[in-house]
């Protein structure tokens, strides 16, 4: 990584410049007139500037202006010389100084920019004016600023974690919910917006404008500007306790995750890992100070890491190792000093009080108020969902037991959680004859990507090519992309962070954005500044010489956080606060990150992509056929399982009384018993590291996986309708899906991006049929 300067070699800089400087205008005060001379001098302010980078002990400060400068110049002097060193102050950039920022930096540089901010927003709030160009545009440069700035920290922070940036970070995070509820809370803007609400220009602004004026007043009254003397400042105290306390708990789950590790020196209790199981598991002790470990020969570490902790659930024959890696899976973060069960009981008293103070009866509707559904509609999906979903699992379960009996386990009898996975992965093997670890050479990355890119291509018409050292980035195995529209003009760009690095990188898959498309901020004479995402996952990292051999699993993973990048990177909106995924509702969001999922079993797709990294053959016809048929395998398991945690949210924001008797325990057991056919285990603690609600933005939200796969089903159902082996409707549909889905952005409601799309509302039949979940009689 790219270090700041040395500030010594500043410092010799420094005075060889000073003293160039004193020399050449001593010389030219000699040649000169009095007053020629004197205009030749560089002025105070410019002196302080030039002295600022000198050691205290330098004898050139004997030369240092002592005339008292003004508090303007002491605050340039002070601005100008923190920017220079710091890269969160820098004024002006193509793409964010990723590898400059330490966790030095974070502490001055966010204060300077959130006093910084402060200035413009009171400058604003002074001459703000109810139309576009006197309050939106100045607020979006403010705005934005704030999220580019915080989102690098935040970013870093999430796949370059240390104890120096947490603390850090845990330092100034309340005085940036402090400036963001101070502009919230603007009365100022907030009357601005419902003037042009209220207006008679209002039916003359387009549809995107619109949505902006309307959801900047809801957002405000959210924010609580409607709130008065105690009951803001008691909103206010909320929201910085709410801030710290997500924030501590997503930090205690991969505290949790990392402190797990299992050290295995004889082979016998890990027999059945694959080969890259083993290699992951060396490498892993290698890096924790075992420096002679081998895949063949060990030791090997286990640790809770999605890619070690799925090989030992899968595969390991060893049914205790099974247990004791499932138990600690299960109860991360939920005793010792980081247990998380207060937190999540703080939380919950903390969104239930908030919504009492907004006027809602639960935080649910507070969530609802941004989203497309209701309560009752989540709660009637959710209901439809599992009744046809139950039948199937229990089956699923049944078809397990039988399995293992006539494999002769002594398991059979009373198989349990620890058991699923393994024996799961087994019927998989035995009834579809496939082996999902057979299968990784056929899927490396990097052919992964090419065929990734050239679905895009046909679907979409853009091309995306590797930009590696155009910018910055946080880690080697960090890779950058342009996005270039036909004409071969960059439309966008975006980074992908692919591997898993348990000790500084949080779990999952995610994308999120780094600058978005808008018209106000355009520059380097573009009509609009482009779009830029990072992708993020934590899959199989390559081991040896070997690049990363993906599970199927993983290969979707890819394609669906490629959905999400593509709606933020082809949007054609240019008004920033609606463009890409912003000002989407968030029960949306994941419709075309869904939908992109579906093509991974397109056959020309994954023929194009399946190729053997050693000898380049291409996955035979009769496997793809048999990953096909094994697409709905414990179909009705699954899809009660996504149930379970949206139901469990919902009822935890709706009618649980956090100062009740009743735990949050209790409340998940009683909603596991309608969504999962073996029992959960007395001691179930996953509510403890269930970061999407509790640290996330799935708040009164997870449902949304739910309702968005109804969207994205029935948005690839028109792919099917036009004929998956019609090449020319598919790119027809293709671009028509680009021009709604993708390029609309928060521009129009979902709803009407949908039916613009697919010609009427959404319909839940697709889904159960792509499942497998319809009843057999239809």
């Known amino acids: 990584m790219a270090h700041a300067r040395p500030r010594r070699r500043q410092h010799i800089q420094a005075l060889v410049v000073a003293a160039m400087l004193l020399l050449s205008s001593a010389l030219f005060t000699a040649r000169l007139p009095l007053a020629a001379a004197s205009a030749r001098l560089p002025n105070t302010t410019a002196r302080l500037l030039l002295f600022a980078g000198l050691p205290s002990s330098s004898p050139l400060r004997a030369f240092c202006p002592r005339a008292r400068p003004s508090p303007a110049t002491c605050s340039a002097f002070s601005s100008a010389t923190m920017a220079a060193d710091n890269p969160l102050l820098v004024a002006d950039f193509d793409f964010p100084p990723f ?31 109810p139309s576009w160009g006197k309050l939106v545009e100045p607020l979006e440069r403010i705005t934005d600023r704030l999220e580019v700035i915080w989102g690098m920290v935040d ?16 330092e100034v995070q309340p005085d940036k919910v402090k400036f963001l509820l101070r502009l919230g809370q603007s009365k100022p803007i907030y009357e601005a917006f419902k003037a042009i609400r209220n207006s008679s220009d209002w039916e003359s602004l387009n549809d995107a404008r619109k949505r902006i004026v309307e959801a900047q007043i809801k957002e405000a009254v959210l924010s609580g500007v409607a709130l008065e003397d105690e009951q803001r400042e008691k909103f206010n105290q909320i929201e910085q306790e709410l801030e710290k306390l997500t924030q501590k708990f997503s930090e205690n789950v991969l505290d949790a995750t990392k402190k797990f590790e299992k050290v295995i020196t004889d082979k016998k209790e890990i027999d059945g890992l694959p080969a890259t199981a083993l290699g992951l598991a060396a490498q892993t002790a290698v890096s924790k100070g075992h420096e002679n470990a081998t895949a063949e020969n060990g ?32 109860t991360r973060a939920s005793s010792g000093e980081l247990d998380n069960t207060d937190i999540i009981a703080q939380i919950l008293k903390l969104r239930l009080e908030k919504a009492k103070i907004l006027g809602y009866k639960n935080y649910a509707e507070v969530s609802m108020a941004q989203k497309m559904a209701t309560v009752d509609r989540v709660e009637e999906l959710l209901e439809k969902l599992r009744a046809a979903s139950w039948d199937h699992a229990v089956k699923d379960m049944e078809d397990l037991k039988n399995f293992a009996k006539d494999s002769g386990s002594p398991e059979a009898t009373d198989l349990t959680h620890w058991d699923l996975n393994f024996w799961s992965e087994r019927l998989r093997e035995s009834k579809y004859d496939i082996n999902e670890e057979a299968l990784r050479p056929y899927f490396a990355l990097p052919k992964v990507m090419d065929g990734l890119f050239t679905l895009a291509n046909k679907l979409f018409g853009v091309n995306v ?21 036909s004409s071969n003009s960059p439309v966008a760009y975006f980074y992908f962070d692919p591997y898993s690095r348990p000790s500084e990188k949080r779990g999952g898959a995610w994308m999120n954005v780094v600058f978005s498309r808008s018209r106000v901020l355009a520059r380097n004479g573009l009509p609009a500044r482009l779009p830029v995402a990072h992708m993020v996952c934590n899959q199989t990292p390559p081991v040896g010489d070997k690049p990363s051999l993906m599970t199927f699993r993983e290969v979707e993973t890819v394609f669906h956080e490629f959905g999400h990048a593509l709606q933020h990177m082809l949007t054609k909106q240019d008004e920033g606060y609606v463009a890409g995924i912003r000002g989407v509702e968030w029960d949306a969001v994941e419709l075309p990150s869904q939908f992109m ?19 380049g053959e291409t996955l035979p016809e009769e496997i793809y056929a048999k990953l096909v048929a094994a697409k709905n395998f414990r179909a009705g398991t699954f899809s009660l399982r996504q149930i379970r945690f949206a139901s469990v949210d919902m009822e935890l924001h709706t009618t649980y009384d956090p100062y ?18 073996l029992a959960p285990l007395p001691e179930d603690r996953f509510l403890c590291s269930f970061s999407h609600i509790f640290a996330g933005g799935y708040a009164a939200g997870y449902y949304s996986y739910k309702w968005a796969e109804v969207l994205s089903a029935d948005a690839f159902s ?61």
């Open 660 to 677: 009740g008797s009743l735990s949050i325990y209790d409340v998940d057991r009683r909603v596991a018993e309608r969504t999962q056919v």
């Open 465 to 485: 090519e590797p930009a590696d050292g155009l910018a910055p980035v946080w880690h080697s195995d960090v890779k950058f992309y342009c996005v270039k529209d």
């Open 299 to 330: 030791p090997w570490i286990i640790t809770l890491d999605a890619p070690s902790y799925i090989a030992v659930m899968q595969h390991a024959r060893n049914r205790a190792l099974r247990e004791e890696v499932y138990r600690a899976y299960l």
């Open 155 to 170: 970013h870093l922070k999430a796949v370059k974690d240390s104890a120096d940036l947490r603390s850090a970070v845990e």
């Open 99 to 129: 590898d400059r920022v330490e966790p030095s930096h974070v502490r001055p540089g966010i204060r300077e920019l959130l006093t910084r901010l402060e200035g413009e927003l009171e400058e604003l709030e002074k001459g703000v004016e």
């Open 718 to 778: 028109a792919f099917e309708d036009a004929g998956l082996d019609n090449e020319k409707a598919i790119v027809e549909t293709g671009r028509r899906f680009r021009d709604t889905v993708l390029a609309l952005g928060g521009g129009k409601s979902p709803l009407e991006v949908f039916v613009s799309f697919r010609g009427r509302e959404p319909s839940p039949e697709p889904l159960l049929r792509h499942n497998g979940l319809l009843p057999v009689a239809a």
């Open 597 to 615: 999922e579906n093509w991974c079993y397109h056959k020309d797709t994954l023929l194009s992509i399946a190729k053997h990294y050693e000898t």
